[in-house]
């Protein structure tokens, strides 16, 4: 069998998601192949080529190809697929976006966020917010997936370096144009590659003390930065730091969760980190019960507490 | 322009999924149903652009068992103005729903196919993306901002590291995000007219769609457990316990 896996990048490099999603494809049994598609992208098919595993990289080049949009990108991935056995995109927002589109045009059933890969055609996938595991088999011809980064180590560079090929976009009339983007850049870790993350809560009140409270702690720790839903909303943090079911699922050595109550939204993009510290001042509060370590107090007292016990 | 929004029943926000001791799913019974949250945000929107004056018609549709009809009440008490249930004991599949979705859309001719980005049961995210490949309509996901005009839809979008803005001709799809809107809580007058709006009833079968799962529900386990650790009483215990287990 033979395997298509979707890169996510930004022309210049593969997005963490990417090598994570093909230690799953390459799970699957076949030859992998990655598919980069954007515009002025060779650097990310060149970053493709070193990965550990892959055979060839398919590098389509086009400004129709910029800016990820699903249908283009879909119509793309359509005409090459009848040379794959299984579909593979990362679960990151564009593969979220693109690969429905493209399950839909082959008249497959997609498996969304696989988190194991039990054979070729058998997958688990958390439902009801990871509150349970289900076990799928798909039964169509091909097998269209998207692959959930927290559960899969990343794809290391080998030492080989895979041929890449040029393929075309499919011209259409997609009806759909990019006006523009506000892209945050920070120096920071990325939320779901990043091995230590110290994420904030309603509880941090404004958007000011956020900043001043959980970005110096994040720094000490050179860690990510993340926030609840609730924190986010408010205007606290912003969309992209959002942890949980329906924001970024994360699975680091350390998820340090200030003034979060751990509502079971916030617990599913989190409960699978290797160590929780929770600081909350309610005792009840149901993220201590994910917690390992945990300690009943005023964040705004407590964590100048801790930077000063890390010195 | 009428404006389509499908809307499914889920267990509610704040309800707990207990797995079924024989594997075989969740148990729902006696669990609290509610209306998607994300529909719900789809529904405000649709609502808000009717009160705007810039949409003649919100037609709210779900696709489940006879009981499903009570996410279409929730759409009616917010302001939708007519519901289809397309009804189904089978358990339908994203693909399937799409399906059906398409052919109501052939029917109905809206400007715009507002779904919620995902479904808090199943969590696909899937529809909105598979309803826009089947009509060969553009779309734009995860909208926390829709600005409509009689030809287009512009849409800024939650992307990975920020924002994104696309501008879509019309007819098209938008799947919503949280932060779209805040959806209204319906007013007790609201609730009851919403039980006089009309509702039709179908069948997959009425839309010459097959809805046969093409995934085999293998089972439905627990997730692994977690303890609670314990409580630790300063940040110097913290640091300590938190450099013996090897995370500092
Ligand atoms: C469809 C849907 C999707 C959702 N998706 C997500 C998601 O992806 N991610 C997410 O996070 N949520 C999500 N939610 C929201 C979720 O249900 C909760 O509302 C949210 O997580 C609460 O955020 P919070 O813990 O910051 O706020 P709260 O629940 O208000 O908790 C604040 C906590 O801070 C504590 N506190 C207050 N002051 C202090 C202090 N000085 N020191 C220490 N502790 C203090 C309080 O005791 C409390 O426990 C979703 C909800 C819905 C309906």
């Known amino acids: ?311 | 322009m009428k404006i389509l929004v499908p809307v499914k029943l889920v267990i509610d926000s704040n309800a707990k999924a207990r797995v079924k001791p024989d594997q075989s799913g969740v148990d729902l019974a006696n669990v609290k149903l509610s209306i998607n949250p994300f529909d719900e945000i789809s529904v405000e929107e649709a609502v808000r652009l009717k009160e705007a004056g810039k949409v003649s018609e919100v037609v709210a549709v779900t696709i489940g068992v006879a009981k499903a009809q009570d996410a279409l009440r929730a759409a009616l008490a917010i302001g939708a103005d007519r519901g289809i249930l397309i009804q189904t004991d089978e358990m339908v599949e994203p693909l399937a729903i799409a399906k059906l979705l398409a052919k109501v859309a052939e029917a109905e001719q809206p400007g715009v196919v507002i779904l919620g980005k995902q479904a808090i049961d199943d969590d696909s995210n899937q529809t909105g993306q598979m309803l826009g490949a089947l009509l060969g309509w553009p779309q734009a996901t995860f909208a926390s901002k829709v600005d409509l005009s009689a030809e287009a839809v512009e849409v800024t979008r939650e992307v990975d590291g920020g924002h994104q803005t696309l501008k879509l001709t019309l007819p098209a799809i938008v799947t919503t995000d949280l932060r779209l809107n805040e959806p209204r809580y319906p007013s007790l007058p609201n609730i009851m007219k919403a039980k006089k709006k009309p509702i039709e009833t179908k069948a997959p079968a009425d839309y010459g769609v097959d809805v046969t799962p093409r995934l085999k529900l293998l089972k439905v386990g627990e997730p692994p457990a977690r303890s609670a650790g314990i409580k630790v009483k300063t940040a110097g215990e913290l640091v300590e316990k938190l450099k013996s287990a090897g995370a500092l």
Do not use: C, W
């Open chain 1, 1 to 311: 069998m033979t395997t298509l896996l979707i890169a996510d990048h930004n022309n210049t490099s593969l997005a963490d998601a990417t090598s994570r999603a093909l230690t799953a494809a390459l799970q699957l049994g076949g030859d992998v192949h990655v598919l980069v598609a954007g515009a002025n992208d060779r650097a990310a098919a060149d970053a493709a080529a070193k990965l550990d595993g892959v055979k060839k990289v398919l590098l389509a080049d086009d400004p129709a190809l910029d800016h990820q949009l699903a249908e283009p990108i879909a119509a793309l991935v359509v005409s090459l697929a009848g040379d794959y056995d299984a579909i593979v995109a990362p679960a990151t927002g564009n593969g979220k976006n693109i690969l429905p589109r493209v399950a839909a045009l082959l008249d497959v059933a997609q498996v969304s966020e696989i988190t194991k890969v039990i054979s070729s055609d058998t997958f688990e996938r958390p439902i009801y917010a990871g509150n349970a595991i289900a076990e799928v088999r798909s039964t169509d011809r091909k097998t269209v997936l998207t692959v959930r980064g927290s559960a899969f180590a990343p794809a290391p560079q080998g030492a080989a370096t895979a041929p890449i090929e040029p393929v075309a976009a499919v011209a259409g009339d997609y009806r759909s144009f990019f006006v523009g983007e506000a892209l945050a850049s920070s120096d920071r870790p990325e939320l779901t590659s990043a091995k230590v993350i110290v994420s904030g809560g309603r509880a941090l009140g404004s958007a000011a003390k956020f900043n001043e409270v959980i970005l110096p702690l994040a720094d000490r720790l050179g860690a990510a930065v993340g926030a609840s839903r609730a924190a986010v909303d408010a205007g606290y943090a912003p969309n992209d730091d959002q942890v949980g079911q329906t924001g970024k699922i994360v699975a680091p050595d350390l998820y340090i969760a200030l003034g979060i109550s751990g509502a079971i939204q916030h617990l599913a993009g989190m409960k699978n980190s290797k160590i929780i510290v929770a600081v909350n001042k309610d005792e009840d509060a149901p993220i201590f019960q994910v917690a390992d370590y945990g300690i009943v107090g005023d964040l705004f007292q407590v964590v100048p507490e801790i930077e000063k016990a890390l010195n």
